[in-house]
């Protein structure tokens, strides 16, 4: 074979190869490629950190935890706690902020006490005159009317009384009348480093907030609610709303201003702390039972009660005997107006 005739083999060969990888499907992946994650390129210098955050002890650290744990920008925490305002109003409303936290205790295991007998819960009565007014109740009729029907689809999904979930949203805002005021990302970065009882607490709910703000595609500083950070009609803190917080009207978001959205959330707050459908939530009784019951000082005396897991259900939206007893009686009593209005 002769060299002219050996190249022409090996140039038809080449064509022969090319063609069939040519005919070959093409594969691509099936998932999309990482996001950008905001990191700056180690040759870029981010922007100073300045204002009233720059040298308050704690807020470099937060910021370097978030950067390197969760790979958010140092140019971008660094511009937000820039902006940053501390709110002595805030300050003010938490209770005894400059008390240290009590040390935990690091000892053997401590043997089971027996139960204590419940002690009286004073001021139930002062209380209860805050929710269970002619307005309140009116006004849950209104809005039980109009959000029927995504009540009656969290009812189903969830499993959960709708009367608990319009209790809930009453007593925390009013059906939305009162969701707060107040910069989010500026009250939780008073709490987290310009206090110390609750520092560790409100500091993990400023990294959930920004979380939360990062998942939801919001911007921090446009975020409004309760002086404590919690958002929305149902008043959810970040992580809860990271947590359990539900699109319940199908549009692509969590947003928890919006009434439907906030009773699928609520409602899935409830299903996931063990409600129990249609069962005992509280019954008032003559005194000591076996059972399990609370003690409710009133202005006329002392009010007994028996409680089922329900209750304690409540209590873990907020612990207090009298919150649980308010949603209570502020639900059932919209549900009887309600159905005699139909």
């Known amino acids: 074979m002769t060299t002219s005739t050996l ?20 594969i691509r992946p099936s998932k999309p490629q990482p996001t950008d994650t905001g990191r700056l390129p180690t040759y870029v210098e981010p922007r100073p950190l300045v204002g009233i955050y720059a040298n308050q002890a704690g807020v470099r650290e937060f910021i370097q935890h978030m950067v390197h744990d969760y790979g958010f920008s140092e140019d971008y925490l660094n511009g937000l706690f820039s902006q940053a305002n501390k709110l002595d109003s805030v300050l003010r409303l938490e209770v005894d902020p400059f008390v240290p936290p009590k040390p935990k205790y690091t000892g053997p295991p401590l043997p089971p006490s027996a139960p204590q007998k419940p002690k009286p819960t004073l001021g139930w009565s002062s209380y209860r005159k805050q929710f269970l007014d002619d307005a309140h109740i009116n006004n849950g009729v209104i809005f039980w009317r109009q959000n029927a029907e995504a009540l009656q689809r969290a009812a189903q999904t969830y499993h959960v009384d709708p009367e608990y979930i319009v209790g809930i949203i009453g007593v925390e805002t009013y059906f939305g009348r009162n969701v707060g005021k107040t910069n989010t990302f500026d009250a939780l ?48 803190m970040p992580k809860s709303f990271r947590k359990l917080a539900v699109d319940f009207n199908g549009d692509g978001k969590r947003d928890l201003w919006n009434s439907e959205d906030a009773i699928g959330s609520v409602a899935h707050y409830f299903s996931n702390s063990g409600w129990k459908f249609n069962q005992l939530v509280t019954t ?7 059972n399990e019951y ?3 000082g009133t202005d006329s005396g002392n009010q007994f009660w028996a409680i089922g897991s329900n209750f304690n259900c409540i209590k873990k939206y907020n612990s207090s005997n009298k919150y649980a007893m308010a949603v209570h009686q502020l639900g059932q009593s919209i549900k009887q107006r309600y159905l005699m209005m139909k």
């Open 294 to 296: 609370i003690i409710l």
């Open 284 to 290: 008032p009784i003559n005194g000591d039972i076996d």
């Open 189 to 236: 970065s008073t709490l987290s480093f310009f206090t110390i009882r609750r520092a560790e607490y409100f500091t993990k709910e400023l990294e959930n907030f920004l979380l939360m703000t990062k998942e939801e595609n919001l911007n921090p500083r446009s975020v409004i609610g309760s002086w404590a950070g919690a958002l929305g009609l149902g008043q959810f």
């Open 7 to 26: 190249h022409c083999v090996c140039t038809f060969s080449l064509l022969l190869l090319l063609a069939g990888c040519a005919s070959e499907p093409v």
